[in-house]
Nanobody, 123 residues
Framework: QVQLVESGGGLVQAGGSLRLSCAASGRTFGSYAMGWFRQAPGKEREFVASINWRGWNTYYADSVKGRFTISRDNAKNTMYLQMNSLKPEDTAVYYC????????????????WGQGTQVTVSS
């Protein structure tokens, strides 16, 4: 089992950058595929990016491709999401998720979730 804690959210102006972190407990972090999802008010939770356990296979939603970068440091039990060129439509609660299997892109495929961190982008 793994526990996840997100950090790094905040308020930023459009065009700015933020880096989210997801700290995981447990000694088997390196065996988990990880993902970032987000949920805006009144909307369903949606996929943002995911990364396999080694970190060399990544997927991105079309809406963030070229602006966001997912990465992980297994030695630190931490996953990151570097967000550049932020837009007001990126405003949401961002969640990290984990699954002890291959990398995936849907919410139902992930077993473990963090509590989320708020990202607000002002225009």
């Amino acid at each position: 089992q793994v526990q996840l804690v997100e950090s790094g959210g905040g308020l930023v102006q459009a065009g700015g950058s933020l880096r989210l972190s997801c700290a995981a407990s447990g000694r088997t972090f390196g065996s988990y595929a990880m993902g970032w999802f987000r949920q805006a008010p009144g909307k369903e939770r949606e996929f943002v990016a995911s990364i396999n356990w080694r970190g060399w296979n990544t997927y991105y939603a079309d809406s963030v491709k070229g602006r966001f970068t997912i990465s992980r440091d297994n030695a630190k039990n931490t996953m990151y999401l570097q967000m550049n060129s932020l837009k007001p439509e990126d405003t949401a609660v961002y969640y990290c998720a984990a699954r002890q299997s291959t990398v995936a892109v849907t919410t139902t495929q992930y077993n473990y979730w963090g509590q989320g961190t708020q990202v607000t982008v002002s225009s």
